[in-house]
């Protein structure tokens, strides 16, 4: 992974913390994860990679041969929805970087699991002394889906998901992020955590077809619908782990923040997409008689543009 440039106004106060605190990544084996632990390992921070037994099995494995060779690297197990264990994954740490996917998909049945391990992981910093601040990774899913998705309304970081409308259409990964999302906020704001959200869009990198294919799919659930509202978000996974650390390193973060590169809201872009994810969903016939007009896009940045460019709010 290419190392992201430092930060303006880093100090020699920046590099004490780096040396003296260890940050905790849970669930270190999911892809965004196991990314964000390689983005901090970068920037010098000492870092607990919580992992749990059933992650995915490559990413487990170079997590394991990473501890062997990174002295600021330590490795613990950890089960989400066991309370416990969360508080001893975390102790010791001044901060937690909460990644929560279901390894097995996304469907009816297990739709609530997320929201069971965030009940327990923000309890679980509210009782850890030394917690300081929570960065919880969800998705712009947990934003974009209701009955009036074709609205000219701007879609920000004040928008939610509608349940209802999600279980309807069986959204199941929309309706697992918003219920997570929603219920880490209402218990950080009972406890009086200090947690942040990156909504990001769909992640692509490195491996991700191998590495990430249930997420991916269960996101690209309404693709069209998506597509066709200018609602379909894309995001490097290097900047999404750039915007993680910003949002953990800048003090002035509150609230919600999307983090997305692009848009894709043409049929050319539509095409490079789907290349970039085959062979894991087939590639769309040509649209060469359709045009190539633009869908408007609806999504809004102003809290990411501030946040990159060093002045967030």
């Known amino acids: 992974m290419k190392e992201e440039p430092e930060v303006t106004g880093t100090s020699m106060d920046d590099h004490r913390e780096k040396q003296q605190a260890t940050v905790c990544v849970l669930d270190a084996s999911t892809y965004v994860g196991f990314w964000i632990l390689n983005g901090l390992l970068a920037k010098g ?10 992650g995915d099995g490559e990413i487990l494995k170079n997590i394991r041969e990473m501890e062997k060779a990174e002295e600021r690297l330590e490795v613990s197990s950890v089960d989400v929805l066991d309370y416990h264990s969360i508080l001893l994954a975390l102790r010791g740490c001044s901060a937690l970087f909460c990644c929560l996917d279901s390894p097995d998909g996304y469907d009816e049945r ?3 699991i997320e929201a069971r391990g965030a009940i327990n992981v923000v309890e679980a910093c509210a009782q850890t002394e030394g917690i300081e601040k929570v960065v919880f ?6 934003a974009i889906w209701r009955d009036n998705i074709g609205s000219d309304n701007d879609v920000d970081e004040r928008s939610w998901s509608d349940q209802d409308f999600c279980r309807k259409l069986k959204l199941w990964y929309a309706l697992s992020k918003t219920l997570s999302e929603q219920t880490a906020w209402a218990l950080a704001m009972d406890r009086a955590v200090n947690m942040v959200s990156i909504n990001s869009g769909l992640v692509l990198g490195p491996g991700v077809t191998q590495q990430n294919p249930k997420t991916t799919l269960a996101y690209l659930k309404g693709t069209p619908e998506m597509y066709e509202n200018g609602v379909l978000a894309i995001v490097d996974v290097d900047f999404m782990v750039d915007v993680h650390i910003k949002a953990f390193r800048d003090q002035s973060t509150r609230g919600r923040y999307f983090c997305f590169n692009q848009v894709v809201n043409t049929e050319e872009e539509a095409m490079r997409l789907a ?9 769309p016939p040509s649209y ?16 990411l543009s501030k946040l990159v460019e060093g002045t967030a709010y």
Do not use: F
């Open 45 to 54: 921070y000492a870092v607990r990679a919580a992992i749990q037994k059933n």
């Open 110 to 112: 297990n739709v609530d």
């Open 288 to 303: 060469e008689n359709q045009g190539n007009e633009p869908y408007a896009e609806r999504l809004r940045t102003k809290k």
């Open 137 to 142: 990774s969800s998705s712009m899913a947990a």
């Open 275 to 283: 290349q970039r994810l085959s062979p894991l969903i087939s590639l």
